[in-house]
């Protein structure tokens, strides 16, 4: 199937997102803008369900915890 595939490597981008966040690249880098472009869209709905907690944003933890979940059904 091949969306098993695109799961997992979806998650490598939002674990790359994680990654780079603790970099602190500026927004201008190439890289940073492309993670961002193709996180933000998944991430947004869920920062504003789940704000930070003592300033860690778990939003990354839920989404690759919902895709694994996703994956697992289509197994």
Not at 2 to 27: E, G, H, M, N
Not at 64 to 71: A, C, F, R, S, V
């Amino acid at each position: 199937m091949l969306l098993l595939p695109i799961i997992d490597l979806y998650s490598l981008v939002v674990f790359a997102a994680v990654v780079l966040s603790w970099l602190q690249l500026p927004a201008s880098n190439p890289v940073a803008r492309i993670v961002d472009t193709l996180t933000d869209p998944a991430l947004k709905p869920i920062r504003r369900a789940l704000p930070p907690v003592s300033g860690i944003d778990f939003s990354p933890m839920v989404l690759l915890l919902g895709l694994q979940i996703l994956k697992g059904l289509l197994v």
